[in-house]
């Protein structure tokens, strides 16, 4: 199969190829990957493609998984007010 054609993030429609790309380039980590591609930023927030990533980083840099960092979750927070949760609660 095309490394084209394997979707490694769906979210942010990402190849493999485009990953081994940015790999070639320099880019091992999760995180710089990130930046670059934007894997793991879409809607799932990387719960359908960082395994697969970190299985795919690892095996590009011959590394066992375990020594390949994950992604750093950092989910979207928004401060609510107790008087928006207090009228929540009445309705």
């Given at each position: 199969?095309?490394?084209?054609?394997?979707?490694?993030?769906r979210?942010?429609?990402?190849?493999?190829?485009?990953?081994?790309?940015?790999?070639?380039?320099?880019?091992?980590?999760?995180e710089d990957?990130k930046?670059?591609l934007?894997?793991?930023?879409?809607?799932?927030?990387?719960?359908?493609?960082?395994?697969?990533i970190?299985?795919?980083?690892?095996?590009?840099?011959?590394k066992?998984?375990?020594?390949?960092?994950?992604?750093?979750?950092?989910?979207?927070i928004?401060?609510?007010?107790?008087?928006k949760?207090?009228?929540?609660?009445?309705?």
């Amino acid at each position: 199969m095309n490394k084209k054609d394997i979707i490694m993030c769906r979210c942010e429609d990402v190849t493999l190829e485009d990953l081994h790309k940015k790999m070639d380039e320099g880019y091992h980590t999760f995180e710089d990957l990130k930046r670059v591609l934007r894997i793991g930023m879409g809607p799932c927030q990387a719960n359908t493609c960082g395994i697969i990533i970190q299985k795919e980083i690892s095996k590009y840099l011959n590394k066992k998984i375990e020594n390949v960092p994950t992604h750093h979750h950092r989910p979207m927070i928004q401060g609510v007010s107790l008087e928006k949760i207090f009228k929540e609660i009445k309705k």
